[in-house]
């Protein structure tokens, strides 16, 4: 029997590398246009979930809990600092979420951003296939490890193509199902507008993005960082500076208003002990 088990996990073994070899015979930039297929098309019909975000930067900590909504996501502030909310924070967050259920024009404001957003990712995306070249650099839990660096041949002609062509970086993509797990961007030049007199994006900004899936068709950001810097307008100096977590992930009703993804929020006041993202959803 011994001589039998050994015999099957030595079968087993060679089998799997067999199919990881036929796998891995997909040219790599082909495995990325099959992944961006993938995102754009499970993105048309994604559900609606409800979790926390924490977002640093060198002034404070910010813990939200936010809802996803037909109308764009809906959020609410919780912590600062490690800190609940107090009377005079609580008002000015309450006040800020009356303004957008009670404002038409707000309203209609943070549907354009909501939109504007998901048109930016998606072109993002597109671009990923034929703006870099690929080659596979091993494996790592579950996932392909592909290096990527701008395709001289690609012709980047709007700003985002420009900043998006001028970083080289690794992707992850699940084997199993052709899904972005990870994405890492380092700029590796100077990238001038209007030969630098209107404004420069430095070399050696850098971001990370990592996704985990949620249910069997959906897949969420749970890590994003961008640190960028540059000069706009001459003299102008700018930083990108963005850190943030997301987690506890729970399904949320489809199709819900923002009016009901904030009356869902309010559902779950937040408590006068201090919280930690991992015990906000216990």
């Known amino acids: 029997m011994r001589l039998i088990w050994a015999t099957l996990g030595f079968l ?39 979790y926390w975000i924490e977002r640093r930067s060198p002034r404070e900590t910010r813990l939200e809990e936010q809802v996803e909504t037909a109308e764009g996501p809906v959020a609410r502030l919780v912590l600062t600092n490690g800190h609940p909310l107090d009377t005079q924070a609580r008002l000015q967050e309450q006040a800020r979420l009356n303004q957008l259920l009670n404002s038409p024009a707000e309203q209609a404001r943070h549907l354009q951003e909501y939109a504007d957003d998901e048109k930016r990712i998606g072109r993002i995306l597109v671009l990923l296939p034929d703006a870099f070249l690929y080659e596979y650099a091993g494996e790592e839990n579950g996932s392909y490890r ?80 961008v640190h960028m810097s540059g000069r706009a307008l001459l003299v102008k100096t700018f930083a990108r500076e963005t850190s943030e977590v997301r987690g506890g992930f729970l399904p949320a009703p489809a199709g819900m208003n923002l009016v009901q993804g904030a009356a869902l929020l309010r559902q779950a006041e937040p408590p006068s002990s201090p919280i930690t993202p991992a015990a906000l959803h216990r």
Not at 24 to 47: C, K, S, T
Not at 162 to 177: P, Y
Request: with cysteine; proline share 3%.
């Open 146 to 225: 592909l290096r990527f660096r701008p395709n001289p041949a690609y012709p980047a002609r709007s700003i985002e193509a420009r900043i998006f062509h001028a970083m080289s970086g690794e992707l992850w993509v699940n084997a199993r199902l052709k899904r972005l797990a990870r994405l890492n961007g380092r700029v590796e030049e100077n990238v001038d507008f209007g030969f630098g007199i209107l404004g420069r994006l430095c070399k050696g900004g850098w971001f990370q993005l990592e996704r985990s899936q949620v249910s069997a068709t959906d897949w969420k950001t749970a890590r994003l960082e």
């Open 12 to 50: 087993s073994v060679a089998l799997g590398a067999c199919c990881a070899q036929q796998q891995q015979a997909i040219p790599a930039g082909q495995l990325v246009r099959e992944v961006v297929y993938n995102e754009l098309h499970d993105h048309d019909r994604h559900g609606y979930w409800r």
